[in-house]
């Protein structure tokens, strides 16, 4: 006979994870968040299924290997502007918040996470004191190769190309990526080799936005690239710390493809031999040489941008 007076195990509810009443929560109807009336006000969407809230993402202490993290709201907006999808969580501080309701609806609506965060947990999420009052998690470019075919079509149109050999530095990387958006060199080739730097946070941090005015391609073996390149038509310039000539004109009908070398030793020997001529930025002999970035800023304004002659008053 069953015994009905035995108590059945009392079944608790599965605890849901702490999240800080600043948090911006994924719609249903209504973009809304709990605690304060920052960022995105109250806006009717329709109706999606929401998710089960995870754990709080992206404050890990060191970057995960699938993802990168944009810190800077110059940064930020320049990946919303474009590729908004890439980005897949947003972490901002109070002040920050007012600024980006925009992009916490697109977020909303694509149910990704979105949050007001504490400093403390902002510089958490970044892994940088240096992170601007916001951090997007966001999907790491992928690096190719360029084909054959696209070469051919850059030097048919005479577009400039920037070759970096062996630049070690992720600041130096940021900082020439950041001139090259400027200047509108669209284009940034590095070499498979693992003394190369990469984009990653701190590159992104540094170009404020510049590398996603630029598409970075890595070629196996950079010195067979630049043959190629002479080979169909181009320019290849090899900014030499010495030796090089001081004439930093542009060859008429020739597209150019500038080579700049590692921060201590420069362009190879091998390289410097590929190049179809090299060049040196005179100074006044009391220091040695220019940092890398900024001997690459000079060099794409005198080689790489199409100035136009200024009109006559």
Request: charged share 25%; with cysteine.
């Amino acid at each position: 006979m069953p015994n009905f007076s035995k108590r059945e195990p009392e079944r608790r509810p599965t605890p849901r994870p702490a999240y800080s009443r600043e948090e911006f929560v994924a719609p249903g109807d209504t973009v809304r968040m709990r605690g304060s009336s920052v960022g995105l006000r109250e806006a009717k969407l329709p109706p999606v299924p929401v998710p089960a809230e995870p754990p709080l993402p992206g404050s890990r202490s060191g970057p995960a290997r699938d993802e990168v993290k944009l810190c800077g709201l110059a940064a930020v907006r320049a990946r919303f502007a474009r590729d908004p999808g890439s980005i897949q969580r947003l972490f901002f501080d109070r002040a920050t918040g007012q600024r980006v309701g925009v992009m916490c609806h697109a977020l909303a609506l694509a149910k990704k996470i979105y949050r007001q965060v504490e400093p403390a947990e902002l510089e958490k999420v970044a892994g940088t004191t240096h992170h601007g009052g916001i951090v997007a998690v966001v999907t790491p470019p992928v690096l190719r190769a360029p084909s054959s075919a696209e070469v051919s079509a850059w030097a048919a149109k005479g577009a400039p190309l920037l070759l970096l050999e062996r630049v070690g530095n992720v600041h130096n990387l940021g900082a020439i990526a950041r001139s090259a958006g400027f200047f509108g060199v669209a284009r940034i080739v590095l070499p498979d080799h693992p003394d190369t730097a990469l984009p990653g946070d701190a590159a992104y941090r540094v170009a404020e936005g510049g590398l996603e005015a630029v598409e970075v391609f890595r070629v196996p073996d950079l010195l067979r690239f630049a043959s190629e390149l002479a080979a169909v038509g181009y320019d290849v310039v090899g900014a030499a710390t010495r030796g090089g000539r001081a004439d930093l004109a542009r060859l008429p009908g020739k597209p150019v493809a500038l080579v700049v070398g590692n921060e201590e030793r420069g362009l190879s020997p091998e390289m410097a031999a590929a190049c179809t001529r090299l060049v040196t930025i005179p100074g006044g002999g009391n220091v040695e040489s220019l940092n890398v970035s900024v001997a690459a800023a000079i060099l794409m304004w005198e080689l790489l941008t199409a100035r136009k002659t200024p009109r006559r008053q």
